[in-house]
């Protein structure tokens, strides 16, 4: 009995570590935005011993494209709580190299301990940079009030659902209506704002989209999922970098943004 109650008090005390201010991650994701803005990730408050992966690879900041100054359209940020993370959808159309970057990142205290980011351009899945700030910025994604909040479990059930329903058409998805998709530059709401265009079809192959990695806001419904995307790119086969950034409204989804990095060019199947 003493034994479990020790256990029950370091799990608390280990939740309750792990838990962040909304304030400082709020700060984290606008110092993030200043400096992939200007190329200098000193405006950040890095541990000293962050870690960088760009597209599933390892690397220095230095050598990735936070090292860039990067023309900033449209930005839009996720804030965890619970797990001390963040989640940032970049739009950056009109910058001279175009992209569209999600980017997650996990503090201690007040320091960034780990970026992974998903940087597509000119060649990934669906790409056209344009197309995305256009509709991003069509989008409301207004917190809801603390009444009509989904949990936690709710808002990562929808999500874990659709990526499952490629591969297994059997899984219920809770699609909303209306809900929209955005692939690359190309809106499934395109002329159809009322009705449901998020439904995905089941994939010929069978699958399984792995390394699943979660920021959950429950303040605006709010979840992203990096993970590894297999059949798409013939290069990777494995799985190639993706994130499907995704709102939840009263348990069900309303839209859905896919950034997916090629190997081969444009790859699909």
Not at 74 to 96: G, M, V
Not at 121 to 129: P, Q, R, S, Y
Not at 182 to 211: D, V, W
Not at 212 to 232: A, C
Request: aromatic content about 8%; hydrophobic content about 35%.
């Amino acid at each position: 009995m003493f034994y479990s109650i020790l256990l029950l008090g370091a799990s608390l005390a280990s939740q309750a570590a792990a838990a962040c201010d909304r304030a400082i991650l709020e700060a984290a994701t606008a110092a993030y935005v200043k400096a992939q803005g200007a190329g200098d990730m000193s405006l950040t408050a890095l541990a000293s011993n962050v870690s960088y992966l760009e597209n599933d690879k390892v690397m220095e900041l230095k050598s990735g494209v936070m090292s860039q100054a990067i023309k900033i359209d449209f930005d839009r940020s996720l804030h965890d709580t619970t797990q001390c993370a963040t989640f940032t959808e970049i739009s950056a159309a009109t910058n001279k190299v175009p992209y569209v970057i999600h980017t997650r990142m996990l503090l201690t205290g007040e320091k960034i301990t780990t970026i992974q980011s998903v940087v597509a351009k000119t060649g990934d899945w669906a790409f056209n940079a344009t197309g995305h700030l256009y509709w991003t910025k069509q989008e409301k994604w207004d917190p809801i009030p603390k009444e009509k909040q989904d949990a936690r479990d709710v808002i990562q059930a929808a999500g874990d659902a659709y990526l499952t329903s490629w591969t297994d058409a059997s899984v219920k998805v809770p699609y909303g209506t209306p809900c929209a998709r955005l692939e690359g530059g190309s809106y499934t709401g395109n002329g159809r704002p009322t009705a449901n265009t998020c439904t995905m079809p089941q994939f010929p192959a069978k699958f399984t989209i792995g390394n699943r990695r979660y920021v959950i806001d429950e303040e605006v419904g709010g979840l992203d999922i990096f993970n590894d995307f297999p059949f798409i790119d013939a290069g990777k086969p494995d799985g190639t970098p993706s994130t499907n950034f995704i709102r939840v409204e009263g348990g069900k989804l309303r839209y859905i943004h896919e950034n997916t990095v090629c190997t081969t060019k444009n790859c699909g199947r």
